[in-house]
């Protein structure tokens, strides 16, 4: 059972160009959340998404950036327009469908570290 | 809106030694707790998951406590070895996972 897949692991942008990451969850698992690191800083909440669903958009700034889950296929962080700013590791995580909150446990991806030059 | 600090935010110790490191949350309302490790430049890695019914967990060297009423969370971790050098990350799962700043511990040989 292959863990959560991130792809690219690295990403290198020039300033207003546009960056699609993509996040595959774990085998089973419908709820996938993005959160962001940037650089010596916690990891921030962006997003949480369940199948064709955005559940908390919260954390997501509200210009530029925008995230999907479609039926078929990966969750995609889409990011346009990119400004230094951005440069940070995205990460991914996802969790099962119906388990229980209290047994919600979240298995996280390797991360796609976006810099932006 | 949920706050998690953790306590020490850097730590280094000899090799051996028992270590704690402390995690606190100013929002009880909870479904539950876990602890991570991140390598530099590297995903999180779980260690231990606390369901908020739960007061402890263990994992071989690792033990982890919670204390829902008073807002926090220990790890425990016994006989370090430098193979535990990482960033230790507690994150509190409510509406959705928040993260403390990390803990960097360095375990020297």
């Known amino acids: 059972n292959a863990g959560v897949m991130q792809n690219p692991r690295h990403l290198v942008r020039r300033r207003g160009q546009e960056a699609r990451l993509r996040c595959s969850p774990m085998?089973?698992?419908?709820?996938v959340y993005w959160y962001r690191q940037l650089p010596e800083e916690g990891l921030k909440f962006m997003v949480y998404?369940?199948?064709?669903?955005?559940?908390?958009e919260s954390g997501m700034p509200k210009e530029r950036f925008s995230a999907e889950f479609p039926k078929e296929g990966p969750s995609i962080l889409r990011i346009q327009q990119v400004v230094r700013g951005d440069s940070a590791a995205y990460f991914c995580?996802?969790?099962?469908?119906?388990?229980?909150?209290?047994?919600?446990?979240?298995?996280f991806g390797q991360g796609t570290r976006l810099t932006v030059v | 809106k949920q706050e998690v600090t953790q306590i020490p935010a850097a730590l280094s110790v000899p090799e051996g030694e028992n270590l704690v490191l402390n995690c606190s949350f100013t929002?009880?309302?909870?479904?539950?707790l876990q602890w991570f490790r991140q390598d530099p430049g590297k995903g999180l890695t779980s260690l231990l998951l606390?369901?908020?019914?739960?007061r402890e967990q263990t994992s071989g060297r690792l033990n982890a406590s919670l204390d829902k009423s008073s807002g926090r969370s220990t790890l425990y971790i016994a006989a370090s070895q430098p193979g535990d050098s990482a960033t230790y990350l507690c994150?509190?799962?409510?509406?959705?996972?928040?993260f403390g700043p990390g803990t960097r511990l360095s375990v020297l040989p």
């Open positions: 085998k089973g698992h419908s709820h």
């Open positions: 606390i369901q908020s019914s739960q």
């Open positions: 994150a509190v799962y409510g509406q959705n996972f928040v």
């Open positions: 995580a996802s969790s099962p469908p119906g388990s229980g909150r209290m047994n919600t446990e979240a298995f």
């Open positions: 998404l369940q199948k064709e669903n955005i559940i908390d």
């Open positions: 929002d009880s309302a909870i479904y539950n």
